[in-house]
């Protein structure tokens, strides 16, 4: 029991007027959407009776609509008119004309004017209204549903006609209001079934209700496993059984928590020997720029004791502002931007330390942004790993250069050979001695040539960097070599970003790469086919983290297998005819001394494409 007599009434009185308020309420919502739905359901049947009736005439008078037999038409309205709940047929000619009236010879040719007749002269389409009629014999009015089919015929979109059809609405209110009364009635029963039940359900809830609430108040104070007799067979007693449960083991709970806190800090330490034993370094930073979290590895890479970040210092006075680590944390930070393989330069206390760094956002479960996670790793042995293997590369590449280099130098050194010989047998011929004038310089200079550009393709070139626009370079090459496509039957496709920013790069050096690109795909095509050169800027970042361009080159010639494009970019390797193979492997050079990326993909039979990604030049 309550401590009060007066709770347990007032508790009654309440849930007794909940009731009544829910169960009247519910009841008139039940009426009122059942009254509505079959109003409704009675109105749209008698718009389809309606239509189908509209349809029918218009079907039947479309032959004496389109000759203007008036008589028909008479004839037609009369006898639709004789149903019992159509008012009124009329038949519209195409000039909106009354061509026939039920019931009103007299309007015979007449204009109707009245505003339903206008709403349907604009129609377009079938048109129901409803209005009120007056009866020609008795006076009487009412309302009716007015109901407007155009007429056309298969040939012709032109409306030739329009049939009106006035049908009463009074069976339908009739209907109407002896559903609202039997519905009325339906509900009063409920409701008062609904009330005798209420006051039954009151006396059952209260008195559960009292004994738990001092069982509460017992418990509050410390009466540990209370247990109370409650047997009602429904919630409530599901209830006080909850209650005996959560009395009964409260204690096990209390136990069970301090247990659980010391799970909870096991797995803090169990964390913390993780983040000790990652060989990589490992730092969070919060969404304002504080370092959260910063492992043993992580610490001695930077230079800096672990326990600087108790307090989350901010990020510039971990990584110094303006480095690139700090540059492109805070790029992760702004634009929720993830890094997968950066490489960056970090001055450590002990010297310059290349950086292998990947950012990820962290975020909470519900998906929001908490902050970001950098991974960085020491790749000076990588590094060296590189060296040693790009060294190996060169000496194998040297091997190719070498025989290639012979290959290109002997041809013209035995031409040269040839024309010495000769020289003491044949120096009084004078076309010997022409020829030798043309053959001997021409073939020096072939050979002047191939050592100029192995020269240029060994030394480091000297280039000026400069804000430059690419599409105003590959302009310049499509117009150098238009002539040449057109007479090869090439269609050229420029694709040029307006928008294209402009990139880091020596102007010249840049022009001859295009230059070889596309003298590349000119020469695949020598029966025609096509070009297409397309700038964009870069999906991704280049591995310096720096925003990029690409300059795209397709053709459609005979295109290549996997093991010639694997050797594309060697001096001396070509598949022409004629060629020393240095041109690919100066556009490699150029476009690595500018800090970019160049890649092939090639089908045979298909074209093949080269994508040339170029750093964005810096904002003045």
């Known amino acids: 029991m309550l401590s009060t007599a007066g709770e347990p009434a007032g508790l009654a009185r309440r849930v007794f007027l909940s009731l009544l308020v829910l169960v009247a309420g519910l009841t008139l919502a039940v009426v009122a959407f059942v009254a509505w739905r079959e109003t409704r359901l009675i109105r749209t049947e008698a718009e389809k009776r309606a239509r189908a009736v509209a349809n029918n005439l218009a079907a039947t008078a479309d032959t004496a609509l389109r000759t203007y037999n008036y008589i028909a038409l008479e004839q037609y309205a009369e006898k639709a008119a004789r149903e019992a709940d159509v008012r009124y047929v009329i038949f519209l000619d195409k000039e909106h004309i009354v061509a026939a009236y039920s019931g009103q010879d007299h309007l015979q040719g007449t204009r109707l004017d009245d505003p339903v007749s206008r709403a349907v002269d604009a129609a377009n389409d079938v048109l129901v209204q409803t209005t009120r009629w007056r009866s020609p014999d008795t006076g009487v009015e009412e309302r009716v ?7 056309r015929f298969a040939e012709s979109e032109e409306r030739w006609g329009t049939v009106r059809i006035g049908l009463s609405l009074e069976p339908l209110e009739v209907e109407v209001r002896r559903t609202w009364g039997a519905l009325v009635a339906i509900g009063l029963i409920a409701l008062l079934g609904g009330l005798a039940y209420a006051q039954v359900l009151v006396g059952r809830i209260t008195r559960p209700v009292a004994e738990l609430a ?4 017992r418990l509050a104070k410390g009466e540990v496993g209370l247990q109370l007799d409650i047997r009602t067979g429904d919630e409530l007693e599901a209830l006080a059984t909850a209650f005996n449960h959560m009395s009964a083991e409260l204690a096990a709970k209390q136990e069970a928590l301090v247990q659980n806190l010391a799970l909870v800090d096991a797995l803090r330490r169990y964390q913390e020997d993780i983040l ?10 919060d969404l304002d720029g504080r370092v959260v979290t910063i492992n043993r590895v992580g610490a001695t890479l930077l230079g800096i004791p672990a326990e600087r970040v ?5 990020l510039e006075s971990i990584v110094p502002a303006g480095a690139p680590l700090e540059q492109l944390i ?10 997968g393989h950066a490489e960056v330069e970090y001055q450590a206390p002990g010297g310059t330390l290349p950086l292998g760094v990947s950012t990820a956002p962290l975020r909470d479960p519900q998906g929001a942004r908490l902050g970001l996670l950098v991974l960085f790793r020491d790749l000076t042995e990588i590094k060296a790993l590189e060296a040693r293997m790009r060294r190996a590369d060169r000496l194998a590449a040297l091997g190719t250069m070498s025989a290639g280099l012979a290959h290109e130098i002997k041809n013209p050194l035995a031409a040269i050979k040839t ?14 001695r022409d020829k030798f004038n043309v053959t001997v310089p021409r073939e020096l200079d072939r050979v002047n040539g191939i050592v100029e550009n192995l020269l240029e393709l060994a030394r480091a070139p ?22 040449q496509m057109e007479e090869r039957g090439i269609e050229c496709d420029p694709r040029l970003d307006p928008a294209l920013p402009a990139a880091r790069a020596d102007a010249e050096y840049l022009l001859r790469a295009f230059s070889n690109l596309v003298v590349n795909a000119i020469e695949a095509m020598p029966s025609g086919g096509r070009v297409v050169v397309a700038t964009g800027p870069a999906a991704t970042r280049l591995p310096s983290g720096a925003r990029a361009i690409e300059v795209r080159v397709a053709d459609t010639g005979a295109g290549m297998d996997a093991q010639t494009v694997s050797q594309l970019f060697n001096p001396f390797f070509t598949t022409k005819a004629k060629g ?11 476009v690595e001394e500018h800090g970019g990326l160049i890649t092939v993909q090639s089908t045979v039979g298909a074209g093949t494409l080269f994508v040339i990604t170029l750093p964005v030049a810096a904002a003045s």
């Open 145 to 151: 549903l007015d109901v407007a089919v155009p007429v």
């Open 214 to 217: 001092a069982g509460a108040r």
């Open 276 to 285: 000790r034993s990652m060989d990589e370094g490992l730092l969070t930073v």
């Open 310 to 314: 108790a307090d989350r210092p901010p």
């Open 330 to 339: 805070r790029r992760g930070l702004e634009g929720d931007e993830v890094v």
């Open 419 to 432: 024309f010495v010989q000769l020289i003491p047998r044949k120096f009084d011929n004078v076309a010997f």
């Open 462 to 483: 000297r280039m000026s960097f400069a804000a430059t626009d690419v599409n105003g370079l590959i302009r310049r090459v499509l117009d150098l070599y238009g002539r």
């Open 580 to 590: 020393t193979g240095l041109g690919l492997a100066l556009t490699h050079k150029i």
